[in-house]
């Protein structure tokens, strides 16, 4: 009988704990060279946001859980793990809370792009076990739904790309209030 409460109790704390959570509405990638392939890699994410399954503002906790596991660069480091010189801000941009990350590579792969050979363009895959981005739009060409990769001339020393992550709806709220709070203290 104990096992049994333990057990339904383990189970309404995963359902509170899977109801909410940080999201982004868009994220930016700028990919500037300044090696043969290496160079900076510029991520902001545009309008940081708590989504939730039911109506509860969890919006607190989910600054509190940015603070913790992306400003500490937990997830940056293990998604990038060959980056170096990581620097990170938190900024208010009209009224909306976003990030931006600046990290050094020192290669294509390090930043997750991809080059066949030197005559190849840069490529980047936009899906994978953990990616739920869509293509929005870049200076490059986007191989479609059927093969969602973004193409970059081989020559450009700048490049571009914006995705959507998860577009605002009544169920998720902005972290700029949280965002403000913590600020102030």
């Known amino acids: 009988m104990k096992r049994l409460k333990i057990y339904h109790l383990f189970i309404i704390l995963m359902v509170m704990l899977m109801s909410s959570c940080l999201t982004t ?7 500037k060279f300044t090696g043969s392939n290496s160079g900076t890699l510029t991520i902001r994410y545009i309008n940081l946001l708590s989504a939730s399954d039911d109506s509860t503002d969890r919006s607190k906790e989910d600054f509190q859980e940015l603070l913790k ?14 980056a170096t010189n990581i620097r990170k801000q938190l900024l208010e941009v009209n009224g909306q809370l976003d990030a931006e990350i600046t990290m050094d590579f020192p290669d294509l792969e390090a930043a997750k792009l991809f080059q066949y050979d030197q ?14 981005e869509h293509y929005i739009d870049s200076n490059g060409k986007y191989g479609g739904e059927a093969m969602p990769v973004v193409f970059w001339d081989k020559g450009l020393k700048e490049l571009h790309l914006t995705t959507s992550v998860t577009p605002p709806d009544p169920t998720t709220k902005s972290l700029a209030g949280p965002y403000r709070e913590w600020k102030k203290k």
């Open 25 to 31: 509405e868009k994220k930016e990638y700028v990919f």
């Open 69 to 82: 596991t992306y400003m500490n660069w937990e997830m940056i480091r293990k998604e990038y793990p060959t």
């Open 119 to 132: 005559n190849s363009p840069l490529m980047l895959c936009l899906t994978n076990e953990t990616n739920t």
